[in-house]
């Protein structure tokens, strides 16, 4: 394994470290209930992935924007939050043994996410990943939000590693957009299935597994150096 050239492993959170979508589409359920829309399966398809900006633009045609937008966002992870603390947060199959091979080898590891930074906090917070990661980009550190690089060129950039030297871990089709679109490699895994394989390769995914559990480190370190 190359160890002597440093590569960066950028990690979306949902779908990817953990699970934690029926959580998320419960609160936007309960919050769009009380803003007077109902919340749908499709809606959730559409704008998985996103930043809360992009999102309640989508879910209410642009009519809420400002404070307003905020305190909508807000509110909506609060109840994220608490149920989440209620629930617990477990990792994927696969994650936390290459989380420490990857560690071990000496490859620079972050999240890039469109989640809340409080949402990426709980997550390192409940399942004690954090020591692992050596930096964070979330939605508040992004003006533009996936399928946009900027939250993996980001990500590189605060790990002090070049575009071409990082792979991203995705499921969602915006995010492998983002990633290929920084000039990255990317790792897309099919777990939690929101969208299919062949979606993901169209999209320009490099690799497509079902979970971690079929990928190494090593593995990381050959796409990187492709």
């Known amino acids: 394994m190359a160890t002597d050239n440093l590569i ?3 990690w979306d959170m949902d779908g990817t470290l953990v699970d934690t979508a029926e959580l998320h589409f419960h609160a936007w359920v309960r919050i769009c209930k009380e803003y007077g829309r109902d919340f749908t399966r499709e809606d959730f398809t559409a704008t998985f992935g996103k930043r809360n900006p992009e999102i309640i633009d989508y879910l209410f045609d642009g009519k809420i924007k400002g404070p307003d937008a905020d305190k909508l966002g807000y509110q909506k992870e609060e109840y994220y939050r608490g149920e989440s603390r209620k629930t617990g947060i477990e990792l994927l199959p ?8 990857l560690n071990e080898s000496g490859a620079k590891q972050a999240i890039g996410s469109s989640a809340p930074k409080g949402n990426l906090e709980l997550i390192l917070e409940l399942t004690g990943i954090g020591k692992y990661m050596q ?4 939605m508040e550190d992004t003006q533009r939000g996936k399928p946009d690089p900027q939250v993996f060129l980001m990500g590189a950039e605060k790990l002090k590693i070049q575009p071409r030297r990082a792979v991203v871990v995705e499921d969602a089709i915006a995010g492998v957009q983002a990633a290929k679109a920084g000039g990255m490699k990317c790792v897309a895994v099919t777990f939690v299935g929101h969208h299919s394989a062949e979606k993901l390769k169209e999209a320009g995914a490099d690799r497509v597994v079902k979970t971690l ?7 990381f370190y050959k796409l990187a150096e492709g």
């Open 213 to 219: 559990e079929d990928m190494s480190a090593e593995d």
């Open 94 to 101: 696969g994650v936390l043994n290459l989380l420490k091979s």
């Open 8 to 10: 960066a492993v950028l």
């Open 135 to 138: 930096a964070m980009v979330a």
